[in-house]
């Protein structure tokens, strides 16, 4: 039973265009949103996050964007860089929680070709 | 060095051998975390601990066992291991009351069972 879910397992992008890597999520309990990056041969690192009471939350060419209602949320990355390539984990928990884990979903491998 | 480390980052082993995955983190956090990463699966939680002496079961505990006598220590141990736990294991912390259960990520191990 899959709480959190990324039905891309990839996508490709041509450089300067526009990323846009998507989430759904199953549990109504969460409202913290998180997304990771990840690199080939090294751990995954924190990228950008959004808590249920916002619908947008921006960092230089990264946006995420929450729709409550829809459980739905996505990530925009403008404008795509070669560097972007990787892959991205969306990650989802509740605040009210005492044990600060994370539920992860299976990760979008996104290309960015020159 | 700063940070959370893991060792080995490389582990060839044969089945029904006991292995251990050491993880380290130099930052005093409270939580710490071991995922493993699987082709489809994305990251799942195997156990986490909330404080030394402190620990509990993930999404995909059977076959582990972990330890926490000290704060930055965390070690993984396959008790018997099967090829089906061959993968990139990840360790990783995070600052209880931080910036909303961002957790920080080891490189990583991959253990190979043949």
């Known amino acids: 039973d899959q709480q959190v879910k990324q039905n891309s397992p990839s996508l490709s992008v041509q450089e300067g265009r526009i990323s846009i890597l998507n989430c759904d999520y199953t549990n109504s309990m969460f409202d913290y949103f998180l997304w990771y990056k990840k690199y080939p041969a090294e751990g995954p690192t924190f990228l950008i996050s959004i808590s249920s009471i916002k619908d947008k939350n921006e960092d230089g060419r990264f946006t995420v964007f929450l729709n409550k209602s829809a459980k739905h949320l996505s990530l925009h990355i403008v404008p795509s860089q070669p560097g972007d390539s990787a892959v991205y984990f969306c990650?989802?928990?509740?605040?009210?929680?005492?044990?600060?884990?994370?539920?992860f979903g299976k990760g979008t491998l996104l290309t960015v070709n020159p | 060095d700063a940070g959370i480390t893991q060792s080995p980052r490389y582990k060839i082993t044969e089945t029904g051998r006991q292995v251990t995955l050491m993880c380290h983190q130099t930052w005093s956090h409270s939580y710490m975390f071991w995922y493993r990463q699987d082709l489809g699966h994305g990251l799942r939680l195997i156990y986490y601990?909330?404080?030394?002496?402190?620990?509990d079961k993930g999404e995909v505990p059977d076959g582990y066992v972990v330890s926490r006598s000290k704060t930055e220590n965390f070690p993984l141990t396959l008790e018997s291991a099967t090829r089906s736990q061959t993968s990139v294991y990840f360790c990783?912390?995070?600052?209880?009351?931080?910036?909303?259960?961002?957790?920080?990520f080891g490189p990583g191990t991959r253990l190979t069972v043949l």
């Open positions: 601990s909330a404080a030394a002496d402190i620990t």
């Open positions: 990783a912390s995070s600052l209880a009351g931080g910036r909303r259960n961002e957790q920080f």
């Open positions: 990650a989802s928990t509740f605040s009210g929680g005492s044990n600060y884990k994370l539920t």
